[in-house]
């Protein structure tokens, strides 16, 4: 079911099944503020209680969609041969979290077919002067218990650029009750700026940890396949469990000072400041689009109660 509401004054799509209902405001950066387990009525995402508050507080309200992902480095990178500069909006030093996460999209879509409920939205980008003439088609499908996110970033410019993309994914998490597992494979040395340093040290999975009081905000590189974050809460018996594609090759997981009651397991294509990073883009993810090109990119929700 696709039903058309408002939320705080403002034009929100409301799309449901018989498992989940998710709520999403497409003037908003397309945000999914809200995902419903339906069977219990439990919401799963940190949803915030007016306008104000999402705006105010975008990364930690719903699924902010990052594009590109985190920081840019001192706000600029140098692709072939021309130095591009970003807004300065971190510390006032950095770029953090690119341009569409808090813009408007056009609904472009929405069906109810074989048992399939689809929302899809676009942006069209004109800045930065590097994305002029870049496209992001983003498909929610709701199927079952799982609520899918398909982004499509497509070059209909003249002229090649870098990207990636990520969500800031924000989970409610009791920290008493919830454990939590990520599949990686190392872990990313971070400056005091949270920067990579291009350094990875070994690490092993985790599997089924207590968070309370353990603050994160690491960067992980994931495996080639079958990644995927699991948060169980003990006490409801839910399990959440994120999946991503391969193209999904790094993690970023934030709880504040592990006593807030959220977790955001981050799916990123490419790694933070991967336009600055002289590695290979097999290590640090980071895409290039000709003209004329398109990517599509798929991570999905499962939640079973």
């Known amino acids: 079911m696709i039903k058309h509401v408002l939320f705080d004054g403002k034009e929100a799509i409301q799309a449901s099944n018989d498992y989940l209902q998710l709520l999403m405001i497409p003037?908003?950066?397309?945000?999914?503020?809200?995902?419903?387990?339906?069977?219990?009525?439990?919401?799963l995402l940190v949803k915030p209680d007016s306008f104000t508050a999402l705006?105010?507080?975008?990364?930690?309200?719903?699924?902010?969609?990052l594009?590109?992902?985190?920081?840019?480095?001192?706000?600029?990178?140098?692709?072939?041969?021309?130095?591009?500069?970003?807004?300065?909006?971190?510390?006032?030093?950095?770029?953090?979290?690119?341009?569409?996460?808090?813009?408007?999209?056009?609904?472009?879509?929405?069906?109810?077919?074989?048992g399939v409920v689809t929302i899809e939205t676009m942006i069209e980008l004109d800045q930065p002067a590097i994305y002029n003439g870049a496209s992001i088609t983003l498909t929610y499908e709701l199927e079952g218990a799982v609520l899918r996110q398909k982004a499509t970033v497509r070059n209909n410019g003249d002229q090649a650029f870098p990207w990636g993309l990520g969500y800031h994914t924000s989970f409610l998490f009791d920290e008493k009750h919830a454990s939590f597992s990520l599949t990686k494979k190392s872990q990313w040395i971070l400056t005091d700026e949270a920067i990579p340093t291009g350094e990875q040290v070994p690490g092993e999975p985790m599997k089924e940890?207590?968070?309370?009081?353990?603050?994160?905000?690491?960067?992980?590189?994931a495996f080639d396949e079958g990644n995927e974050a699991v948060m169980h809460n003990r006490e409801t018996g839910c399990t959440i469990t994120y999946r991503?594609?391969?193209?999904?090759?790094?993690?970023?997981?934030?709880?504040?000072?592990?006593?807030?009651?959220?977790?955001?397991?981050?799916?990123?294509?490419?790694?933070?400041?991967?336009?600055?990073?002289?590695?290979?883009?097999?290590?640090?993810?980071?895409?290039?689009?000709?003209?004329?090109e398109e990517d599509t990119i798929t991570a999905e929700i499962e939640v079973r109660v």
């Not at 705006?55 to 969609?65: A, D, K, Q, R, W």
């Not at 591009?84 to 408007?104: A, C, L, M, R, T």
Request: glycine letters at 8%; charged letters at 15%; one cysteine or more.
């Open 55 to 65: 705006s105010e507080n975008p990364m930690l309200n719903g699924i902010p969609v």
């Open 209 to 221: 940890i207590s968070l309370q009081a353990m603050p994160l905000d690491d960067a992980y590189a």
């Open 67 to 114: 594009f590109p992902p985190n920081r840019i480095e001192n706000a600029a990178f140098t692709f072939n041969g021309t130095v591009h500069q970003f807004p300065i909006n971190e510390i006032d030093k950095h770029h953090i979290h690119g341009f569409v996460y808090n813009q408007p999209w056009q609904v472009i879509g929405e069906k109810e077919e074989g």
């Open 244 to 292: 991503t594609d391969s193209s999904f090759k790094h993690w970023v997981v934030y709880n504040g000072n592990g006593k807030e009651g959220f977790v955001c397991p981050e799916p990123y294509t490419c790694i933070t400041n991967a336009f600055n990073m002289n590695l290979s883009p097999e290590t640090t993810g980071l895409k290039i689009l000709q003209p004329g």
């Open 27 to 43: 003037s908003f950066g397309s945000n999914v503020i809200s995902l419903v387990e339906m069977k219990t009525g439990k919401e």
